[in-house]
């Protein structure tokens, strides 16, 4: 166990659909990192919140928005689902001063 | 924008070759990370190299970063069964942002 909790670990749902996933980062990690790797691909950098803000962002969609809250758990909600957006989206959280990402398990979305 | 090419983005070998993957990067890194991820499993970080010309070794494994710091690698010695999965490079550029390499994929022939 990583300490960094994804819920839900597998998802199934049709095309046009919303759904969003959770995470919750490592106790004392402000920093929350969202990526999404499709089957046998590299890591896609998505999005990156400090402390309940937005730091940094990658190749997000319009149609996927994120936030972190108050709490420093974070959502990543995934709008309009395409069949190409079947993939693993991971969460990994870093303390304040830390270089190293601890990654959850993962969250395996398919949409049929 | 910046970029880490990672190559082979595949190896084959017998249990006991020799593992090697190679990762390079556009413009001179900060530091370089190396992650694990086992089939059906999440990334794991395994080490961190900050120095230019820098070598570290965990057990059979030793990463190196170049003098450059562009450039860094993993061999694997005498690969085994637990070494299979996908070890990836992750670059700090200049805005402190991580670049990650596409991931070398460690398949041990049976």
């Known amino acids: 166990d990583s300490g960094v909790t994804q819920t839900p670990k597998h998802l199934i749902t049709a095309t046009g659909q919303r759904v969003t996933l959770r995470c919750s980062p490592r106790?004392?990690?402000?920093?929350v990192y969202w990526y999404q790797q499709s089957l046998d691909q590299g890591l896609q950098f998505l999005i990156q919140y400090y402390n309940g803000e937005e730091r940094a962002k990658g190749n997000i969609l319009e149609r996927f928005s994120a936030q972190q809250f108050p709490d420093l758990h974070s959502e990543l909600n995934l709008s309009s689902l395409e069949l190409g957006d079947s993939a693993l989206y991971f969460c990994a959280s870093t303390s304040s001063g830390a270089n190293v990402l601890t990654f959850g398990a993962g969250s395996r979305l398919t949409v049929l | 924008g910046q970029q880490v090419m990672q190559i082979p983005q595949y190896q084959h070998v017998q249990e006991g070759e020799d593992f090697t993957t190679y990762c390079n990067s556009s413009?001179?890194?900060?530091?370089i990370q190396w992650y694990k991820q086992r089939p059906g499993g999440h990334p794991v970080f395994l080490i961190q190299?900050?120095?230019s010309g820098e070598v570290k070794k965990q057990k059979r494994l030793t990463f190196q970063f170049g003098e450059a710091k562009k450039n860094s690698s993993l061999h694997i010695t005498a690969t085994q069964t637990t070494d299979v999965g996908t070890y990836f490079c992750a670059g700090r550029g200049s805005n402190y942002q991580l670049i990650w390499g596409a991931g070398t994929k460690l398949i041990i022939k049976p």
């Open positions: 413009t001179t890194l900060s530091n």
């Open positions: 190299l900050v120095k």
């Open positions: 106790s004392g990690d402000l920093s």
